[in-house]
C-alpha cells in the first residue's frame, strides 16, 4: 500500500470509525459468540501473497463484530468506563504518523518532554501539591503507564528498594535476604487484584486491611495491623490506598492514613484509577486531600478523562526514588514501555474541551448515576448498596443472592444492556456504571425500564 | 468535536500523515533542540476554553516537529528500527474507535481470540515447533506483550515460581526465603540492560556470561558456570538467550545451550527482539534451530515486521507455568497491559502484504546492510567489526576510538544521517542499521559518501 492508496483507505476508514460511533446503538451492546468461535472462521495460516484490502475490511463485519463487546455503546453500563474521544483518536494517528520510539531524552525530544508538561498540565488541573510538579523546584514529577497496575507494581518496587537500603543502613548486620523476607505490604481487602499480584511479582508479603461499613479503610485499622506486625519483627514498608475502589467506588480515608504512613517509614501509594478524573472538578477535589502524605498517585485519563487507551498517569514525590530502583538512566523516570508518544492524546484533548469542557463531562456523567439512583431509591424493590458518590451505582433487588443473579442473567442474556456484578460483605450487587461518552438520560430511563420488566416478570414467576 | 468534524479532520489528519511521510527525506533527521526546548513553547497551563482545532494542528509543526527524531526517514539509521506501515495505521485507527478493552475474554471476545490466533500465524510463518500454537493439541500458545523487556520479565517471573514450587517439593525443610536467596539467573553479558533489570524487579541473582569472538554465548561458557555455581550450594534457574543482540547482532549457540538448560531445569527464554522478524525466510530459520529447546520465545514485529508499536510477541511452551506464576484467572495468559485490540494491526500487514511481502521486505532490508558493508570493505581506512547477518553493520575507522568519537560527532552534528554507536571488546563502534521502510540503496550510497567525506576532513586535520 502506497501513500496514495493510504489516503484513499484513511478517508474510508475514519468514515467507518465516525459511522460505527454514531450508529452505536443498532449494534446488540454485547457479544453471544461461543469461546473459539473466531478460529474457524478465517484461514489457519497466513497468506502467502497479499490478500484485497475491500476483503480485510468485510471481514471486519464478518470475523471481529460478532465479538465485540461495544465499550462505547450507551447501553454498556458494566466495569468503569474506557475514554473514547475524537480529539484522542486524531493524536493516536499522528502518533502512529511519526512512529518514533521516545526511549531516551535524545530518541525523541518531543515525546519525553511533552510528557513532562502535560503531566504538570493535569497535576494543576487536580490541584497536586507543588513537589510532584516538575516544573517547580521540587523532587517529583509525572510519567505516563500504561495501567494502575503498572503503577501500583513500580510504587511498590521503588518502596522496596528504598527500604532495604534504609534498614541495612541501620543495621549492617542483617543480610538483604533477612531484610526482605519480613517486609510486609498492606492495601484494602477492596482493593483491585492487581495490587495483589504487585506483591507476588515482587515477592513480598501483603496483609488485606480490613474496612468499615462503608468500605474505605480508616487510621485506626490500618495502624493496629502496623502495630501488630512491628511487634511480631516484622517491617511495614507499603500501603496502596485506594481512590474509589473497583466494586463500589469506596475511598479510604488518606487523611488518616497518611500521617500514619509517614511516621511508620511506610510508602504510602494511591490509586485513584477511575475517580481520579474527577478531582478535576472543586465539588470532588476535597475527597483528594491527604495527597500531601503521599509518596505516589495515579489514575487512568484513559478511563475518566476522554483519553484513549492506555494513559495512565503517575506522579511520585520525589523522582530519584523510582531512578534508583531501577537503576537506568536518570534522563527517564519512566519504565522500558513508556515509549510511543502517548502524551499527544493528552494535549489535544485538554485543549480541544479545555479544563471547563473536562468538568462538564464529569458532571454530566455523574448526574445520570444520580438519575440512576433516584430512580432504584424509588422502587421499594430494590436497594441502593454503596453511597453513590460518582458515576457508579451499587443496586439490588431485596432478596436473596440467587434473585439476583438470576436477574443479572436475564438482562446480560437480552444483550439489551450490560451490567456486571460484584460482591460486598457476600452478598451479589449490579453495577451500573455511566460509561459511554454518548450516555443520556433517555438511555438510563431505557435502561431502568429494561431492569424492571426483568424483575417484574422474575418476581411474579417466583411467586 | 462531534462527528461530522471528525470526519473533516480525520481526513486531514490522514493527509498530513501521507504527506509527512512522503516528504520526509526534506527534514533533518534528528534534532538540534536542547533539554527543556518545549516547556517555553506553550502554556504553562490547559487552557479553561477550548482552543481552536486548527491552532492545535499548526502546534505540531511549530512546537512538536522541532523535537522529533525522525525514525522513519531514510537517513535514519539508529537504534534499531520501528516497524511504520499504511496497513498497521489503518488497523490502529479501527482500535482506537472501538475503543474495546480485552481484559478477559467476556470483555471482547474478538480481541482475546484474534491475537491467539493471529499468534499462531505468526508461529507457523517461524516454523515454531508444534508445542508453541494453541491450535493444537499442545500446551503452549502465544501472547502480545508491550516489548519484549516484558516479556523477558515475565519469562523469568514464571521461571523463578516452577522452581521454587520444584525446590520445596522436593526440600520441604527448606523455607522459601532460603531457596530463593540462592536462585541464580543467567544471561549474555551482550544482553540488552533490560534482562538484568528484570533481575532487579524479580530480586533475584543475575550472573553475566562471557562470550566468544563473534559476541556469542556457547555451551561450554554456561555449562562453566552453572557447574561453579551448584557447587557453591545455589540453584540455577532462568538462562535469557539473546538471537541478535542490541550491540552486533550477534547470536547465542541455543543449540548447545538448550540441552544443557533443560538438563539442569533451568528455563531457558529467547529474547530475539530484532531478528525474530527475519525467521520467516527459509535462509535466516536456521538461526532458530534449537527453538525446540525453549521455554519462552520472544520477539518485536514491531521492530522489523511492519506492525505500528507496540507488538512484541511472545510464546510459551506450558501455558500454566505463566497461570500459575500470576495466580490470575486461566482465561487470560496475559499481564494487564495486554488490553488493546493489537492483534488488529498483525491481521492486517500479514493480509495486506503476504508472507512473500514480508519476507521480500526483510530481504530488501538486509541486502542494503549488505550493500553497505560492500563499501565499507572495500575502504582500506575503514574495518568491519562484526559479521554482518542481517540488517545491521557495525563498523569504525580503523585507529583509536576517540577518532571513531570524533567521526561520530560530526556525523550527529551534521543531522544529515543518524547513528548510534556501541562497545564491542572495549572499542567504539558505529552501528549501521537498516531502519526505515523507504530506506533505497541510493540512500545507502549517499549515506556512505557522507561518512567518507567527514571522514577524509578528520582524518586530514589529524595529520
Redesign the interface.
Known amino acids: ?7 484513499r ?3 474510508e ?6 459511522d ?3 450508529n452505536i446503538e443498532e449494534r446488540p451492546v454485547s ?1 453471544d ?1 461461543e ?5 474457524s472462521l ?1 484461514p ?8 484485497n ?1 475491500d ?2 475490511i468485510k471481514d ?1 463485519e464478518r ?10 455503546s450507551p447501553y454498556f453500563y458494566a ?1 468503569f468506563p ?9 493524536a ?3 502518533c ?6 521516545g526511549f531516551t ?7 519525553t ?2 510528557e ?2 502535560m503531566l ?3 497535576g ?2 487536580l490541584k497536586l501539591p507543588d513537589h510532584f510538579i516538575a ?1 517547580t523546584h521540587g523532587r517529583g514529577g509525572g510519567v505516563i503507564q ?2 494502575a ?2 503503577a501500583t507494581l513500580m510504587a511498590l ?1 521503588a518502596a ?1 528498594c528504598k527500604t532495604l537500603r534504609r534498614i541495612r543502613a541501620a543495621n549492617s548486620e542483617l ?1 538483604e ?1 533477612e531484610i ?2 519480613k517486609l510486609v505490604a498492606y492495601t484494602s481487602e477492596q482493593a483491585h ?2 495490587v495483589e ?1 504487585a506483591s ?4 513480598v508479603t501483603m496483609r488485606m486491611v480490613p474496612t468499615d461499613s462503608t468500605y474505605a479503610v480508616r487510621g485506626s485499622m490500618l495502624k493496629k495491623m502496623l502495630e501488630e506486625d512491628k511487634a511480631a519483627g516484622l517491617i511495614p514498608f507499603y500501603f496502596c490506598a485506594t481512590l474509589g475502589t473497583t466494586a463500589s467506588c469506596a475511598f479510604d480515608n488518606i487523611t488518616e492514613l497518611g500521617p500514619i504512613c509517614n511516621k511508620e517509614h511506610v510508602w504510602m501509594h494511591i490509586d485513584a484509577a477511575y475517580a481520579g478524573s474527577a478531582f478535576i472538578c472543586p465539588e470532588f477535589r476535597p475527597l483528594l486531600n491527604g495527597i500531601e502524605f503521599a509518596d505516589s498517585f495515579n489514575f487512568n485519563p484513559h478511563k475518566w478523562l476522554l483519553v ?3 494513559c495512565s498517569t503517575m506522579w511520585v514525590k520525589k523522582r530519584e526514588d523510582i531512578i534508583g ?4 538512566d536518570p534522563l527517564y523516570l519512566k ?3 513508556q ?2 508518544f502517548r502524551s ?1 492524546k493528552m ?2 484533548v ?8 473536562l468538568q462538564a463531562y464529569i458532571r454530566k456523567q455523574v448526574a445520570l448515576a444520580k438519575e440512576f439512583e433516584s430512580l432504584v431509591r424509588a422502587d421499594k424493590r430494590f436497594e441502593i448498596c454503596a453511597e453513590v458518590v460518582m458515576g457508579l451505582v451499587c443496586f439490588r433487588l431485596k432478596g436473596s443472592n440467587d434473585l439476583n443473579q438470576l436477574l443479572l442473567k436475564r438482562i446480560t442474556n437480552s444483550r439489551e444492556i450490560h451490567l456486571v456484578p460484584c460482591q460486598l460483605s457476600g452478598v451479589f450487587v449490579l453495577r451500573f456504571a455511566i460509561c459511554a461518552r454518548s450516555t443520556d438520560s433517555r438511555h438510563i430511563q431505557h435502561a431502568w425500564r429494561h431492569i424492571t420488566q426483568l424483575s417484574c416478570e422474575l418476581l411474579q414467576e417466583n411467586h
Open positions: 500500500m502506497d501513500a496514495a492508496e493510504f489516503r483507505r484513511g478517508r476508514m475514519v468514515d467507518y470509525v465516525a460505527y460511533l454514531e457479544s459468540v469461546p473459539g468461535y473466531l478460529r478465517i489457519t495460516e497466513a497468506p502467502l501473497e497479499p490478500d484490502y476483503d480485510i471486519v470475523v471481529i463484530m460478532p465479538g465485540i463487546t461495544h465499550w462505547n466495569y474506557a475514554s473514547n474521544s475524537y480529539p484522542a483518536m486524531l493516536d494517528m499522528l502512529g504518523g511519526l512512529g518514533c520510539i531524552w535524545a530518541a525523541s525530544p518531543a515525546c518532554e511533552l513532562t508538561v504538570d498540565w493535569l494543576k488541573m516544573g500504561g495501567t497496575s503498572e518496587l522496596r543480610s535476604g526482605r523476607s487484584s492487581s499480584r507476588l511479582i515482587g515477592d484513549n487507551f492506555d530502583a531501577f537503576n537506568v519504565h522500558e514501555n515509549e510511543r499527544l494535549w489535544f485538554f485543549r480541544s474541551y479545555g479544563i471547563q469542557g
